[in-house]
């Protein structure tokens, strides 16, 4: 069975830290690997998808793949308040699109 | 892009009454859709793939006869509920995959809140 493993926290970090997000899966053969943010009441928003080992960047956010360990991250730089969110990494694996979550690591980012 | 509407964002309705969530993808087409449920504090559970001109195919232990699935269209799903019950209640979530670009990247709408009284 496919899983996905992540610490469901709350992981509190200060204003304009970095805050570190980790996730471990269980699935081989994973192809893709995502980052959503979901905010309390709302739905979850895409942030990032990383497809291949090594690193990918978007402004704040740094995705890192690792399949040998089957570990994906997001860092997230010069945190603020606004990023304080349940963070929700994802993987596919196989050929029907269908993506198994994690379920989600609660982030604090204190003013 | 990549806009998913879901309508309606809140209903309220009777035990016993059949809901209907709509589920559109506003500027890409989309042959494959999923919706989800998320209980509060809980994490999302897929409840079944929805594939444009073929029958839902259901996760383990959701009731395809308690939730029909229809995906007339390439960018629009609907989920019933079907004589819904207290326990129905909860936060109904679709999702949406690009077919164009035939990248695998699921974009959410808004969300439904279902309350079943």
């Known amino acids: 069975q496919k899983e996905v493993e992540q610490n469901s926290g709350p992981l509190s970090v200060p204003e304009g830290a970095i805050a570190s997000l980790n996730c471990t899966y269980s699935d081989r053969v994973s192809q893709s690997f995502f980052w959503y943010r979901q905010y309390s009441g709302k739905s979850p928003e895409l942030i990032m998808s990383?497809?291949?080992?090594g690193d990918k960047e978007d402004g704040r956010f740094t995705a890192q793949l690792n399949k040998a360990s089957q570990y994906v991250s997001l860092l997230i730089r010069d945190s603020q308040p606004s990023d304080s969110a349940t963070y929700l990494c994802?993987?596919?694996?196989?050929?029907?699109?269908?993506?198994?979550f994690g379920k989600g690591t609660l982030l604090t980012v204190n003013p | 892009g990549a806009v998913v509407s879901q309508h309606p964002s809140r209903v309220i309705c009777k035990s016993g009454t059949s809901v209907k969530i709509e589920c559109r993808s506003l500027?890409?087409?989309?042959?494959?859709m999923f919706w989800y449920r998320q209980f509060p504090k809980k994490s999302l559970m897929l409840m079944a793939t929805?594939?444009?001109?073929?029958?839902?195919?259901?996760e383990q232990g959701v009731e395809k006869d308690k939730f029909l699935i229809n995906h007339a269209s390439l960018t629009l799903s609907t989920l019933t509920v079907t004589s819904a019950h207290p326990e129905d209640s909860s936060f109904y979530i679709c999702s949406a995959r690009d077919s164009f670009t035939g990248m695998d990247t699921q974009y959410f709408g808004p969300g439904t809140r279902l309350t079943v009284l």
């Open positions: 990383i497809y291949s080992n």
């Open positions: 500027d890409f087409q989309a042959t494959t």
């Open positions: 929805s594939n444009e001109g073929s029958k839902a195919t259901y």
């Open positions: 994802a993987f596919r694996g196989g050929s029907n699109y269908k993506l198994t």
